[in-house]
Nanobody, 123 residues
């Protein structure tokens, strides 16, 4: 599965961005999907996940209530709506497809990764 992440950019604190993850070569419908992020000097961390049919979602405590993950099977995309952004949200964001129908929290449980898109939140 080849994943392409897009939508990153520079935004002021309090602003919003929408990240998109698309697959061009295979349907994503059976995969649990996740968004991760990695800030400079830090480990990659789980941000949000959605199960294979979009009915169940999972969020890190740090983004709960501000970020929303969703998937569109017709468009074969997974979207991360990010609101009320904070400077500490600055990172490279990656989408990933898990070998499980539900999105796990651990990096090693994911089989396929997008290239990453940079989100910078200025104070």
């Amino acid at each position: 599965v080849q994943l392409q992440a897009s939508g990153g950019g520079l935004v002021q604190a309090g602003g919003a961005l929408i990240l998109s993850c698309a697959s061009s070569d295979r349907p994503l419908g059976t995969y649990g999907m996740g968004w991760f992020r990695q800030a400079p000097g830090k480990e990659r961390e789980f941000v949000a996940g959605v199960d294979w049919n979009g009915k169940s979602t999972l969020y890190a405590d740090s983004v709960k209530g501000r970020f929303t993950i969703s998937r569109d099977s017709a468009k074969n995309t997974v979207t991360l709506q990010m609101n009320s952004l904070k400077p500490e949200d600055t990172a490279v964001y990656y989408c990933a497809a898990s070998k499980f129908p539900r999105p796990p929290l651990e990096v090693f449980e994911y089989l396929y990764w997008g290239q990453g898109t940079l989100v910078t939140v200025s104070s």
